[in-house]
């Protein structure tokens, strides 16, 4: 049963990592590099667009989505993120507390990774329901400042996101940890070579 339960705990880690590197590497480079989207959409559509108006217009920034539109698309996909987090590192927990308590005691790997869960769990309810909490507020401000304070605002806003950053980054590096720590040869596995 303990190594079903590892088993199964690798795989839950392994797929939310999978995800929230996904997301850090392919889906917020391209979302905010506005020449990639421009490229596409004057690709599909074959229209070149010059328009500095709205946010909502496709054409702000070189023809790709503005900032804010794009802000608005990866603070949705990481609620998401956030809630798979919550669903996948929550069976991962379950399963390596199932096999803590069934390894020898000498066997550290799960109780490391599920200390490492905890971690995860803790920095993305930090993430969730607090720090992007405070980034919303700020967002919301600037929308309804005048320019004196457009300045200020913006300086919260990126403190704040610099913040959610390195707390995602940290929850990354438990993910990574964690699935090191849950891999035979680091968890402690014997190898198969073979004594002649």
Request: net charge positive; charged share 15%; with cysteine.
């Amino acid at each position: 049963m303990p190594s079903f339960s590892k088993n199964v705990a690798l795989f839950a880690l392994s797929f939310w990592l999978g995800g929230v590197v996904l997301f850090s590497v392919v889906v917020a480079p391209i979302l905010f590099n506005t020449n990639i989207i421009g490229d596409s959409i004057r690709s599909v559509t074959g229209v070149v667009s010059e328009s500095r108006g709205s946010d909502l217009n496709y054409g702000v920034l070189g023809g790709g989505l503005s900032h804010n539109m794009a802000g608005a698309i990866s603070g949705a996909i990481l609620r998401r993120i956030y809630l798979i987090t919550y669903l996948c590192v929550g069976i991962a927990t379950v399963f390596l507390l199932i096999a803590s308590l069934g390894e020898a005691k000498g066997a550290k790997g799960p109780r490391r990774a599920l200390i490492l869960c905890f971690l995860i769990l803790g920095l993305n309810a930090l993430n969730d329901r607090w720090i992007l909490d405070r980034i919303n507020k700020v967002k919301l401000e600037m929308t309804n400042s005048p320019d004196i304070q457009a300045l200020s605002l913006r300086k919260q806003f990126s403190r704040w996101h610099q913040i959610s950053m390195w707390v995602y980054s940290g929850a990354t590096l438990c993910g990574f940890v964690g699935v090191l720590f849950l891999l035979p040869s680091v968890a402690g596995g014997k190898s198969k070579k073979s004594t002649k």
